[in-house]
């Protein structure tokens, strides 16, 4: 009878060579958008992880896209879960091989399982799901990957959309002249220091692919429950020339509207923070989903945006005004 | 060694899952199911099984960890009871359809609103179209035996189909009955560790579970479900003979007849009060009524062929519906309008009607049988019934 | 017993068997408009267009020691060019080659 432990040390990458030579398990084949943010960033959390991996796909882009028709580009096992439980049947599947491997009828290192959730899958409709296995404890990696919208039923405001940001249910109107009125929840808060087993928290964007897959690597050389949270900027969602989507997140990093950080057993650590910050306005140019937006919604994102620069990640007090008040 | 215990319906369905030797239970407190996943939860701590106990966040959040679990190969355990059986619900469809023999206890409870702890079928009823096995209990001794036979009948490769194994809220989960409780080898031999087959999440073979499908292939997807349920009876008849023989129990698959010979007027129903109903029988017999009892054990599939065969013998039934489906054509419960399509072929039809009972929670009294009785033999005299659906105490015994 | 025309036919539970390499079933070669041009002279190796295609369709061949770029499945988004750290990647119209891919009118 054995007990179910994770021996495996997933060494830490340097160079993009290293990362070419790493074994596609995201393979080509699947009808995402051309330039999609959240395929670039399933293709280098697969490399990341390896063979040994079972992936949890929710209801959005990262199934929807991929999975039409009767085929998939995962080479790994994979499965579908509703867009509400991700975080459930990843719980499920980690179960059930800690069962299987100490009552011997499966042989193996544990397997890594990732649950691939967009923002709604993760801060809002999945986000019950996703507190309970953190809660639990369960030896899985949940990922949110953020293209800041309901992306795959054709662009709705989820609760990571930016303050001002256009989406179908989000219009700027005459009434509502800068569409979205909320601020977006915090998906890492939502995770770090309300649940004592986890003990690794971090963000990531496409715009640096060895941080990215070393935070994916040490995520799952963690025994435990932990948390990826990852900009995918989506050129359809934000009405930008595909050709550009990278470069979208390297922007984001450079005015600040992302932050690249690590939370380690209460400890915050940054990565690629930048001296001086660009203005939002630096960002928000090249997105139609922003076109409308005028001096003064931008100066109130650049607020949002300063306030969080103290300490991106931590609590803070940030200058969110009640969706109801006055401009 | 076989023992003899005084078990609840809760406890006997833990002792059921025990010696069923699962691997994944997943455990939400609603009254009145949860006394099973207390008994489970010590049985877990003591080392008595060796399961993984997984405190789920809520009635979906457990079925979609029974459904992670088992399609990585696990034997599964859930269970709930009214309101959490609905909030559930978005998740039947894809254990069914996806072929994962996840099985869950339903310790029926009448759904909100108000707040209300008694039992009906209304519950599970409500999922009854969701590809799921169906049926109830009489007894704690029923409870027990139903979930080691469904284990064997879902896992069965010709069949791979989740579970939904009933029994009355309180009246069945909480009320102690006599249970002979066989021991491990005698579980071991009727119920075979759960082969899972190529179509788990393994890394050692990928597969992807679940991808999207055309339209076109909308209808061939659920033509597969529909199918394994023709071939289900036939599985089902040879697991509870196979339980029969090696437990030495006397079940019928699909219906059971009680004191049927000669009846005239018999009484249609499934769970608990088929209990109360066979004392009501006895004493009708005994007054000179030619009264019958015929107990349903499994809803789904209905048995249409064996409850017309049972039922075109008699003169009048009477449904006992002890769940409720608002302007369904019987405007009364779910089980009348299954009985009547099953009849609707046969020569010679009894009169058929349906009777409100036990709704809530509410208790089914030998009064309320013969106050049935009375309806059913006023119809019988009258050659017709006046109406689909009477509500039990309520009203006059007119015909 | 069901005439099931294999075109329409589900594999059991809907469960297919996992892809090797590619995805043969979607192939997406058909969608783009514009192609990825390389010239082997000045491509330095830097590996962007490799990391950064999310299509996987720059591939190292460590043997040549050049990138290799995957015809089928390209979809003409134009990351690799707007990444490539030299002038090694340009773009060309898709049509004007003459194994340019006709898009197809619908899709499945």
């Known amino acids: 009878m054995s007990v179910p432990v994770k021996t495996q040390n997933l060494p830490m990458l340097k160079k993009l060579r290293q990362v070419a030579k790493e074994k596609e398990q995201y393979v080509p084949g699947h009808r995402t958008c051309a330039g999609c943010g959240p395929a670039l960033q399933y293709k280098l959390v697969a490399k990341a992880a390896g063979p040994n991996t079972i992936f949890i796909g929710p209801t959005g882009c990262m199934y929807v896209a991929n999975a039409s028709y009767l085929c998939t580009p995962y080479q790994v096992p994979w499965i579908h879960s509703q867009i509400t439980n991700g975080g459930a049947v990843a719980s499920g599947i980690e179960a059930a091989y800690q069962a299987r491997i100490r009552k011997g009828k499966w042989e193996g290192e544990l397997p890594n399982v990732i649950v691939m959730a967009g923002d709604g899958g993760a801060t809002d409709i999945g986000l019950q799901a996703m507190s309970a296995m953190m809660y639990r404890g369960h030896d899985v990696l949940f990922i949110c990957y953020d293209n800041e919208s309901y992306a795959n039923t054709g662009i709705q405001t989820s609760p990571t959309t930016p303050y001002g940001g256009n989406t179908t249910f989000t219009p700027p109107g005459k009434k509502i002249p800068e569409g979205k009125t909320l601020f977006p929840k915090d998906p890492p808060q939502l995770v770090i220091g309300g649940h004592p087993a986890v003990k690794y928290v971090a963000t990531a964007s496409i715009a640096y692919p060895i941080d990215l897959m070393n935070k994916v690597r040490k995520a799952l050389n963690v025994r435990g429950p932990t948390f990826l949270h990852i900009h995918a900027p989506c050129p359809k969602g934000w009405k930008f020339d595909e050709a550009k989507t990278v470069e979208m997140a390297r922007l984001a990093i450079e005015t600040g509207m992302w932050n690249l950080f690590e939370w380690v057993d209460g400890e915050y650590r940054y990565q690629y923070r930048p001296k001086e910050l660009k203005p939002v306005g630096e960002y928000l140019k090249h997105q139609k989903r922003f076109a409308h937006l005028t001096e003064a919604h931008i100066a109130k994102m650049q607020a949002f945006v300063d306030a969080k620069q103290k300490a991106p990640g931590a609590p803070g007090k940030v200058p969110a005004p009640l969706p109801r008040a006055e401009v | 060694m076989a023992k003899e215990m005084t078990l609840s319906g809760c406890a006997a369905s833990a002792q059921a899952v025990k010696l069923a030797k699962v691997d994944v239970i997943c455990s939400y407190p609603i009254r009145p199911y949860t006394a099973a996943m207390m008994e489970l939860a010590k049985m877990v701590a003591d080392g008595e099984i060796d399961a993984e106990f997984i405190h789920g966040e809520g009635e979906h959040a457990q079925l979609s960890v029974v459904y992670g679990a088992s399609a990585a190969g696990a034997r599964t355990f859930t269970g709930s009871s009214g309101v959490g059986v609905t909030y559930a619900m978005e998740v039947y469809s894809p254990i069914s359809g996806a072929r994962l023999p996840v099985q869950m206890m339903i310790a029926d409870r009448a759904l909100d609103p108000p707040g209300d702890f008694g039992s009906e079928h209304t519950d599970a009823m409500s999922c009854r179209d969701q590809g799921w096995m169906m049926g109830w209990a009489e007894t704690p001794q029923e409870a027990f035996d139903n979930h080691l036979i469904n284990y064997r009948i879902g896992e069965d490769p010709r069949v791979m189909l989740p579970q939904f194994v009933c029994q009355d809220g309180y009246f069945v989960s909480h009320i102690p009955g006599k249970v002979i409780v066989p021991d491990q080898a005698q579980v071991d031999e009727f119920l075979p560790p759960f082969n899972p087959g190529k179509h788990i999440l393994d890394p050692k073979l990928p597969v992807s579970h679940g991808p999207q499908i055309r339209p076109d292939q909308g209808t061939i997807m659920d033509l597969q479900r529909a199918e394994a349920f023709l071939d289900l009876p036939q599985v089902i008849e040879e697991a509870v003979s196979d339980y029969n023989r090696i437990f030495g129990r006397n079940y019928s698959p699909f219906v059971e007849e009680f004191m049927t010979d000669g009846a005239e007027i018999v009484f249609f129903i499934q769970g608990g009060h088929a209990a109360t109903a066979r004392h009501a029988v006895r004493h009708l017999r005994e007054r000179g009524v030619k009264a019958g009892l015929v107990k349903l054990r499994f809803v789904r599939p209905f048995p249409s062929v064996q409850v017309a065969q049972a039922l075109s013998k008699f003169k009048a039934v009477g449904v006992i519906e002890t769940s409720t489906s608002y302007g369904g054509s019987m405007r009364g419960g779910n089980l009348l309008p299954e009985v009547r399509a099953a009849l609707y072929d046969v020569q010679s039809r009894p009169l058929t009607t349906s009777f409100m009972a036990g709704l809530g929670g509410d208790v089914v009294s030998l009064k309320d049988f013969y106050w049935i009785a009375e309806v059913l033999t006023r119809a019988v005299k009258a050659g017709r019934v006046a109406k689909t659906v009477y509500w039990a105490g309520l009203e006059e015994a007119t015909a | ?108």
């Open chain 3, 1 to 108: 017993m069901f005439n099931v025309p294999r075109e329409r036919a589900v594999p059991f539970g809907c469960v297919t068997p996992a892809p090797v390499g590619e995805q043969p079933m979607m192939i997406t070669g058909n969608w783009r408009e514009w192609r990825p041009v390389i010239d082997h002279e000045i491509c330095n190796l830097c590996m962007n267009c490799v990391v950064f295609c999310p299509d996987a369709c720059w591939q190292l061949n460590a043997e040549e020691d050049e990138v290799v770029w995957n015809a089928k499945y390209c979809k003409g988004c134009r990351v690799c060019i707007t990444e490539c750290s030299t002038e090694a990647l340009t773009k060309a119209y898709e049509l004007d080659f003459d194994d340019g891919v006709v898009r197809l009118e619908k899709p499945f």
